[in-house]
Nanobody
Framework: QVQLVESGGGLVQTGGSLRLSCAAS????????MGWYRQAPGKQRELVAE???????NYADPVKGRFTVSRDNAKNTLFLQMNSLKPEDTAVYYC????????????????WGQGTQVTVSS
């Protein structure tokens, strides 16, 4: 059974930092491009950071220069280091695979976990 378990969220003030972790099981982790998604209240889920099997990374513009995604293939774990946090980063953060679909959309292949709540106060 595929499991994606996110942890590390919490309540921080503007300018603070958090480090999120995602423990994956039931998938061949090392050959998947993996990413972090977030969903704020009243908004669609969006991809904010991804990392390929080769270690290449890509970030959404709002988090570029502040977030760093990394992975430990030996431990089937994905990380997201978040610095200089802003109130607009407030969301539930999820991990999943990242793939480009037939019509150019981003596709997550696995069932969503519970996510981890990140709240940034003003």
């Amino acid at each position: 059974q595929v499991q994606l378990v996110e942890s590390g969220g919490g309540l921080v003030q503007t300018g603070g930092s958090l480090r999120l972790s995602c423990a994956a099981s039931g998938i061949i982790f090392s050959i998947n491009t993996m990413g972090w998604y977030r969903q704020a209240p009243g908004k669609q889920r969006e991809l904010v950071a991804e990392i390929s099997m080769f270690g290449s990374t890509n970030y959404a513009d709002p988090v570029k220069g502040r977030f760093t995604v990394s992975r430990d293939n030996a431990k089937n774990t994905l990380f997201l280091q978040m610095n200089s946090l802003k109130p607009e980063d407030t969301a539930v953060y999820y991990c999943n695979s990242v793939r480009v679909g037939l019509h150019g959309e981003k596709v997550a292949d696995y069932s969503w976990g519970q996510g981890t709540q990140v709240t940034v106060s003003s």
